[in-house]
């Protein structure tokens, strides 16, 4: 009999600590933001070509994310470890060395733990077809992205 990972992983996903974490502005989710809201993430100043550098390795990682979730309601753990290898630490060795020395230490340890999280869940999709290890990995990986989403930015240099 199939074991079902749609709810567990929908629930896993849901409840994310780094999620409930995340400072709401007083209660203001899913509000419009205040006209003299501030945006006090940290500035990390890249060119226009860096950061679309940057911006597309992180659209990779969610596109992992969703082709991960996908083949975990799938039981398809194989199109899980394809699209978790897409994430890993080679994707991080691609970008190159001049714009990941612009980044903040802590930047680069939350982006480095999010693309070993992504090679931890292709490992355990091949030792193992228990989703849970990995939706432990998926939530690790989730938590670092948003909390660097809320910690940092970028802007152009002039």
């Known amino acids: ?26 209660g203001n989710v899913g509000k419009p933001m205040p006209e003299n809201a501030r945006d006090n993430r940290q500035i990390i100043p890249l060119t226009e070509a860096e950061r679309s550098a940057v911006a597309a390795e992180m659209r990779q990682m969610l596109a992992s994310i969703q082709s991960i979730t996908d083949g975990l309601s799938r039981d398809d753990m194989q199109a899980v470890s394809e699209a978790a290898s897409k994430s890993g630490m080679a994707m991080m060795q691609g970008l ?29 999709t091949k030792t193992g077809k228990d989703p849970v290890p990995v939706l432990r990995q998926l939530s690790t990986a989730m938590q670092n992205c948003v909390a660097c989403h809320a910690v940092y930015r970028f802007a152009p240099t002039n």
């Open 1 to 26: 009999m199939r074991r079902p990972v749609f709810f567990p992983v929908l629930a896993l996903l849901l409840s994310t600590t780094a999620f409930a974490q995340m400072p709401t502005g007083g």
């Open 96 to 124: 190159p060395p001049q714009i990941r020395m612009k980044f903040p230490a802590a930047f680069s340890q939350m982006g480095m733990a999010s693309h070993k999280a992504f090679d931890q869940i292709a490992r355990e």
